[in-house]
């Protein structure tokens, strides 16, 4: 009889520790997944405010490109390429060229 209930609880015991170690894991596990996912959300507000047209302009400013100043238009009934100059400002237009 004795042998029995010291079986048993040694039984529970090992069941109890089993369980304990399988909550830390789980907890763990729970906190990786939150730090995750404010990682994705910042990640995604980064990516969404790069996406803007000043912050893409700015960027290609940074990295030396320049606007181009023709506009060119293919008509495609003729197939004939147009080209107009800009009127943004900042913009040289090359000159002598007549449209």
């Known amino acids: 009889m004795v042998g029995l209930l010291g079986g048993g609880l040694l039984s529970l015991l090992i069941i109890n520790t089993t369980l304990a170690a399988g909550s830390y894991q789980i907890s763990d596990l729970q906190q990786s997944a939150a730090a995750q996912s404010q990682q994705i959300a910042t990640l995604s507000q980064q990516v969404a405010s790069d996406r803007?047209?000043?912050?893409?302009?700015?960027r290609a400013l940074q990295l030396g490109m320049v606007q181009q100043p023709l506009s060119s238009y293919v008509d495609l009934q003729t197939?004939?390429?147009?080209?107009?100059?800009?009127?943004d400002l900042g913009i040289p237009v090359e000159r002598g060229w007549v449209p």
């Open 79 to 87: 197939g004939r390429i147009t080209s107009q100059p800009t009127t």
């Open 52 to 58: 803007s047209d000043t912050i893409i302009e700015q």
